[in-house]
């Protein structure tokens, strides 16, 4: 009830106040005014001036320059709906590079795992190790340590605020994972109690390099770990890396691990995707249970862990990319009113120009010009404001997931919107040039 009631007030009242500034203009016209006007032009405006002061632009394009920008105000309205439609459609690419890209190139560069399982007990080390080395689907793994809490810096007593980790133990050195690091330092082998926070968990606990946390892990107790870098995760942001060693005695789990990180001998989705199907088969068979899903997004590999955060976007995507086509077709059909209108009022000088020998072509180039300048000239706006704007809505749109997205700009969206708005303005331009040039000489010069 309530959308269908925001529809009918919407209806009712956007015709009512478009039409206030166009009515009042209308009232205030004196019948003397009404009475003298004859649908010429006698005005000349500063860009009339400057245009007959170029000498060697074609005479045509002059004055379809000039046409187009007779009447700023019906110019405004129409960039207003035409920038908007080209903003959204650029945001919407430029945000789907962004996805792409973050999960993509940015996050294979951070996971260097193939394959990763999570098991439903802490198993032995080295027992696991050997074995899967053993496959001959495997070139190295790595088993880490997965946990949770509550973070909060050591000098605050516990709250309802303190905000959820996702504790990792670090086998040290780790070749599978690679730090994009933002500050301070990785942890090192010889570390104890050293941390390193993704820096969006950070900024949400209050901490800075060198302070003190206490992590609530609840039944196995509190552990305490010093802030010694900040991190770049885009798919888990409360994640928190540490030393497995020293995860492992502090929660009781020496020599104990409950995932595993493998690296396979080919590295192509359907290879990683058919060596993690022998692989649980495998560890099955030696009666070591798994988890259903993998230990980021589910997913047992990297390719399907790079897919599933894809489509977890496409909808959103899909959602403003439809939105943007909207946009642009309401753009379009503005666009195709301000033309007809232009039409209607320069009947007289239409009839002039072809009493003088235009053709109809000529007549009709110079509408569907005006159309094209027009779309270009919103495309030009919208550009330069699409950069920013993209980023804003790529960070906008990692919010609800919990996820940083890395922005990247493409031209390839800018690219695209040019040609569509080329097309669109010459068909919202086809009409009101075809009128045009149906326009006779006897019934333009007879039209009051």
Not at 155 to 165: F, L, R, Y
């Given at each position: 009830?309530?959308?269908?009631?925001?529809?009918?007030?919407?209806?009712?009242?956007?015709?009512?106040?478009?039409?206030?500034?166009?009515?009042?203009?209308?009232?205030?016209?004196?019948?003397?005014?009404?009475?003298?006007?004859?649908?010429?032009?006698?005005?000349?405006?500063?860009?009339?001036?400057?245009?007959?002061r170029i000498r060697c632009l074609p005479r045509q394009f002059s004055l379809t320059i000039s046409n187009t920008f007779r009447h700023k105000g019906r110019v405004a309205l129409t960039q207003i709906t035409l920038v908007l439609s080209g903003l959204i459609f650029m945001m919407v690419m430029s945000t789907g590079d962004s996805v792409r890209n973050t999960f993509g190139d940015v996050i294979l560069s951070i996971l260097r795992y193939n394959v990763t399982f999570i098991f439903e007990d802490p198993e032995r080390i080295h027992e696991v190790e050997d074995l899967t080395l053993a496959h001959p689907e495997v070139k190295a793994v790595e088993m880490w340590n997965l946990g949770g809490g509550q973070i909060r810096p050591s000098?605050?007593?516990?709250?309802?605020?303190?905000?959820?980790?996702?504790?990792?133990?670090?086998?040290?050195?780790?070749?599978?994972?690679?730090?994009?690091?933002?500050?301070?330092?990785?942890?090192?082998?010889?570390?104890?109690?050293?941390?390193v926070l993704n820096q969006e968990l950070a900024e949400e606990a209050g901490v800075s390099l060198g302070d003190w946390v206490t992590v609530d892990h609840g039944v196995e107790g509190e552990t305490s770990w010093q802030v010694v870098g900040f991190l770049f995760d885009p798919i888990i942001a409360n994640s928190a890396h540490v030393p497995r060693q020293t995860m492992q005695r502090e929660l009781n789990r020496v020599g104990k691990a409950?995932?595993?990180?493998?690296?396979?001998?080919?590295?192509?989705?359907?290879?990683?995707?058919?060596?993690?199907?022998?692989?649980?088969?495998?560890?099955?068979?030696?009666?070591?249970?798994?988890?259903?899903?993998g230990t980021f997004a589910g997913q047992d590999t990297a390719s399907e862990t790079t897919a599933a955060?894809?489509?977890?976007?496409?909808?959103i995507s899909t959602l403003l990319a439809v939105m943007a086509v909207v946009i642009g077709f309401v753009g379009g059909i503005a666009l195709s009113g301000v033309l007809s209108l232009n039409v209607l009022e320069r009947t007289r000088e239409i009839g002039v120009m072809r009493a003088i020998g235009a053709s109809s072509g000529a007549v009709a180039r110079l509408f569907i010009g005006e159309g094209l300048i027009l779309g270009w000239l919103s495309w030009a706006i919208a550009v330069p404001l699409s950069i920013p704007a993209g980023q804003l809505m790529t960070q906008a749109v990692g919010v609800p997931y919990g996820m940083n997205l890395v922005y990247i700009y493409e031209p390839s969206g800018a690219l695209y919107w040019l040609g569509i708005i080329t097309i669109l303005s010459i068909l919202a331009s086809f009409l009101p040039a075809r009128r045009a040039t149906r326009i006779s000489v006897r019934n333009s010069l007879a039209y009051a």
């Open positions: 009830p309530q959308a269908i009631a925001a529809q009918v007030a919407l209806a009712l009242l956007a015709p009512l106040l478009a039409s206030t500034i166009p009515v009042f203009a209308g009232a205030r016209i004196t019948v003397r005014e009404a009475i003298t006007t004859y649908g010429l032009s006698s005005q000349i405006s500063l860009l009339d001036r400057l245009l007959t000098s605050q007593p516990e709250s309802d605020d303190d905000e959820a980790v996702a504790m990792f133990g670090v086998p040290l050195p780790t070749s599978l994972y690679g730090p994009q690091m933002r500050a301070g330092r990785w942890l090192r082998p010889e570390d104890t109690h050293a941390v409950n995932s595993v990180w493998i690296q396979t001998v080919r590295g192509d989705p359907d290879s990683e995707v058919a060596a993690a199907g022998h692989l649980r088969q495998y560890y099955e068979e030696h009666q070591l249970d798994l988890e259903p899903g955060m894809i489509a977890n976007f496409s909808m």
